[in-house]
């Protein structure tokens, strides 16, 4: 299944080539909102691939019993590395990732790294997980956080998300993208909108001022204090 038209030659397109047992999931959320503009646009494409069309025998067969004993299935390596071969050939700028709990954690950092690629194929594990032997045929295995999932569907789609935004001219304000949380390992300040007091809760009175270099120094504090009450981890980490 292929989303998206011909790219336009100006623009830069990422194509994500997603390797999966469930292409159906996808349909929802890659039909909506900004994912969905960026398509319309040509700076995305996203191929689904059904891993079992590349299974060898007549019953799709993706998975077996892990040598050595133990519980639950392993998808199978001479399968998947038919898969990744069937994409991996648009581009020389091409990263290959599988979506795993052993990953390294992904971040606003790593997203930026992965928006220069021409193309990411990310690989859905499953299962009790994948033959060891696929890290010879990836690139990296990533993770979005310490805790388990289903599948990998659900991290592609956060890959996905992250990465699009990050591409001139998905997200209509530049401005927009340099002041949000975690830019400059920094979470967010506050923010707020009309009315300006809502049962007796009152906007701060220096952002009704109209002196936007006072404001921005407010900001600058608010995002500072914020940080090291929520995620002080962001202060000890390089930018």
Avoid at 60 to 85: C, E, F, N, Q, S
Wanted: hydrophobic letters at 40%; charged letters at 30%.
């Amino acid at each position: 299944m292929i989303l998206s038209a011909k790219a336009n030659s100006k623009n830069h397109q990422i194509q994500f080539d997603i390797i999966t047992l469930f292409p159906q999931i996808f349909s929802s959320i890659f039909s909506e909102s900004l994912i969905k503009r960026a398509l319309n646009r040509n700076l995305v494409k996203i191929n689904l691939i059904n891993l079992r069309d590349f299974a060898s025998d007549k019953h799709k067969t993706i998975d077996g019993k892990p040598y050595g004993g133990g519980a639950g299935m392993i998808l199978k390596v001479d399968t998947l590395v038919k898969a990744i071969r069937s994409r991996k050939k648009i581009s020389k700028k091409a990263k290959i990732i599988l979506l795993s709990p052993q990953g390294k954690i992904f971040n606003q950092k790593k997203a930026k790294e992965l928006s220069k690629f021409d193309q990411i194929i990310l690989i859905c594990g499953h299962y009790e997980g994948v033959d060891e032997r696929i890290k010879k045929f990836i690139d990296k295995e990533i993770s979005i956080g310490d805790y388990i999932l289903t599948g990998g569907e659900i991290p592609a789609m956060v890959l996905i998300d992250t990465i699009t935004r990050l591409i001139p001219k998905v997200v209509g304000s530049r401005i927009s993208l340099k002041e949000e949380s975690l830019e400059k390992n920094l979470l967010k300040y506050p923010q707020y909108t009309k009315p300006a007091e809502f049962e007796g809760l009152k906007v701060p009175i220096i952002l009704l001022s109209g002196n936007h270099k006072k404001i921005e120094n407010w900001r600058q504090q608010k995002s500072l204090e914020k940080t090291k009450k929520n995620r002080p981890d962001l202060l000890k980490t390089k930018a």
